[in-house]
RNA sequence: CGCGGGGUAGAGCAGUUGGCAGCUCGCCAGGCCCAUAACCUGGAGGCCGUGGGUUCAAGUCCCACCCCCGCAACCA
């Protein structure tokens, strides 16, 4: 009955430590997952370190580093980064691992098995900035490579594996075609599609053992290494037991979502469908039960961003660590920045002067200061508690109000799943901020009209009414948010005198979202301000 | 013919299947006084980059053009 999530960001590169852009990635597949769980749906969140890498190699030297002692204290400092970023990973791979030279094994086997493998003497330009081979036509007028020009293309003569990706071709347009939803947003499966169509050539996935000093050998031939790219994307299915345990994988296999940066679509949307078309032919486990490969649902590639007005560069030194912005800002307000301000799936711009505006009218002006107002004149007028009134589930409407009850809070709930489930988290806040029935905006609004501080005096029973709703809202609004800011969700379910531990443990996520959960006449707190005021 | 993104109110951005142009901030004028000088209402402000085309109807579809941004390294 439940259903279960699969959710992954890409494997990071740890020539470095993280920073800002990694970590929006990161929390956007963080929200997903987050969101997944509570619905009570059984969620994988995944992360890790591509370790494969020739630019570890290098960055191991230049650190003057054993390669395997740099990329252990390397890999540490990723995953504490997203722990004390609060993310909410299950598990996190790291390529170097066992489990994953067990899977790219089993996997590489597959595929050969399929007889998609095959050796051949080719001499092309490769790419150290792409890690990749250029064809003629992906050359620049000056025969360099476009994207890194002021790099010498080494021309590559030698013998290598290569997987017959051409075979998959019409198999991955029809995919397209089938699945409008497999690339998101549109745009980049216009994008992809167009690429697979003009061209979409046999694969090098193996280099000279001894041209490289790193690699997963390829297996049966020691005089080869595994490129890269080819044993990165076997981590999806490494990591949930893929050649070592075998019941895990059919678990969680396929992944439901598969994050990434525009910048990999090719190799996501493309190549890894096209490897497990391959493998699947011979091997059940990747197999549907009418013996269809089964393949990730959906993969999602996200935009990039600029950093005040800047492209983020080491040079300029505009480089942020995520750490460091924590301090600054409480990290959820960082998380809900990211997400209100930038459409998912489009490039933005980080911001300071933005965060600061976000931050004031957003999560100050709106949201605090509703919650503190409506809880001071709960105190205030009954008695320190939540009014007490008759029947909160069957809540009607304010007449002459343009307040939408608990109705449109039902629709609001609506709406913000299905924006979480189509990864539109941008959407999700809108609404909850600025929706037409039901929102913030609107409950302040509903103050304004039926002026609770006034009304006390002529209608209590109707002042209790208003002020319940506006508590009961602010309750549903918290597990709203949860997923972008769990922190602030939870001073807000405290903050209304509940426990947000017990709510969860003691409530399915229906109970969660039925209006008239929190009790009327229990006792509420004295408010804290959530959001102090920027600046004096 | 390199690749990609984009040109919508002063700034920053939304605009799914073509159907009266929206949101946040800022500005102006009111209201309110419960609240974090917060909240609410009204208003000013747009040739939706340009020129063609399709259509009863185009920001949205088609064609052409102009302009801006990113593309050494780091890098989602």
């Avoid at 490494?238 to 678990?251: Q, R």
């Avoid at 609506?414 to 901020?433: C, G, K, M």
Wanted: with cysteine; charged share 25%; aromatic share 12%.
């Amino acid at each position: 009955m439940s259903e279960k999530y699969y959710v992954t960001t890409p494997i990071y590169y740890i020539n470095d430590k993280p920073h800002i852009g990694s970590t929006y990635t990161t929390v956007a597949a963080d929200i997903l997952a987050r969101s997944h769980r509570l619905r009570g749906e059984k969620t994988f969140f995944l992360t890790g370190t591509d370790e494969n890498s020739q630019k570890s190699v290098e960055a191991a030297a230049k650190a003057d580093k054993e390669l395997n002692v740099y990329l252990d204290e390397m890999a540490v400092i990723w995953e504490n980064t997203w722990k004390k970023l609060g993310i909410s990973f299950d598990d996190f791979i790291r390529t170097s691992q066992e489990r994953h030279h067990k899977a790219v094994a089993r996997f590489w086997q597959a595929v050969e098995k399929s007889g998609d493998i095959y050796k051949d003497t080719y001499e092309r330009h490769y790419c150290v900035g792409c890690e990749d081979f250029k064809t003629d036509s992906e050359l620049n007028e000056d025969d360099r490579c476009p994207l890194h020009p002021n790099k010498d293309l080494e021309l590559v003569q030698e013998e290598n594996w290569f997987f017959k990706a051409s075979n998959y071709k019409d198999d991955i347009l029809q995919l397209f075609h089938n699945s409008q939803n497999f690339v998101q947003p549109p745009k980049r499966l216009n994008e992809i599609r167009s690429y697979v169509k003009d061209g979409f050539a046999d694969f090098s996935i193996s280099r000279e053992a001894k041209k490289v000093s790193c690699g997963i050998p390829v297996p049966g031939d020691d005089t080869q290494r595994i490129y890269v790219w080819f044993d990165a994307l076997i981590n999806y299915l490494s990591a949930i037991g893929y050649g070592t345990d075998d019941e895990l994988f059919k678990k969680w296999w396929p992944a439901d979502l598969h994050l990434v940066g525009k910048d990999i679509i090719k190799f996501h949307c493309a190549l890894w469908p096209a490897m497990l078309m391959s493998a699947a032919k011979n091997d059940p486990l990747l197999q549907n039960e009418d013996g269809s490969p089964k393949l990730p649902k959906q993969i999602f590639a996200h935009g990039f961003f600029t950093i005040e007005g800047q492209k983020m560069s080491k040079s300029l030194g505009n480089v942020i660590d995520p750490l460091e912005l924590a301090v600054e800002y409480p990290f959820d307000v960082v998380r809900y920045f990211f997400f209100r301000e930038i459409g998912f799936g489009n490039d933005g711009d980080f911001n300071r002067l933005r965060i600061a505006e976000r931050y004031q009218s957003d999560l100050a002006n709106t949201l605090g200061n509703l919650l503190n107002r409506a809880i001071n004149m709960s105190r205030k007028y009954f008695d320190g508690k939540v009014p007490n009134i008759p029947d909160p589930s069957s809540q009607i409407l304010v007449p002459g109000t343009s307040w939408g009850g608990k109705e449109a809070v039902d629709t609001l709930w609506q709406q913000v799943e299905e924006y979480y489930a189509s990864a539109r988290i941008d959407l999700a806040l809108e609404a909850i901020w600025n929706g037409e029935n039901a929102s913030l905006t609107l409950a302040n609004r509903l103050v304004e009209e039926t002026k609770p501080f006034k009304l006390i005096k002529e209608d209590p029973e109707k002042t209790a009414l208003v002020l319940y709703t506006l508590l009961e809202f602010l309750r549903n609004v918290a597990w709203m948010i949860e997923p972008v800011m769990p922190e602030i969700a939870k001073q807000i379910i405290t903050g209304l005198g509940q426990d947000p531990k017990s709510e969860l443990s003691q409530h399915n996520f229906t109970q969660l979202k039925t209006w008239g959960g929190l009790k009327p006449g229990s006792d509420l707190p004295e408010p804290k301000i959530l959001f102090p005021r920027l600046g004096e």
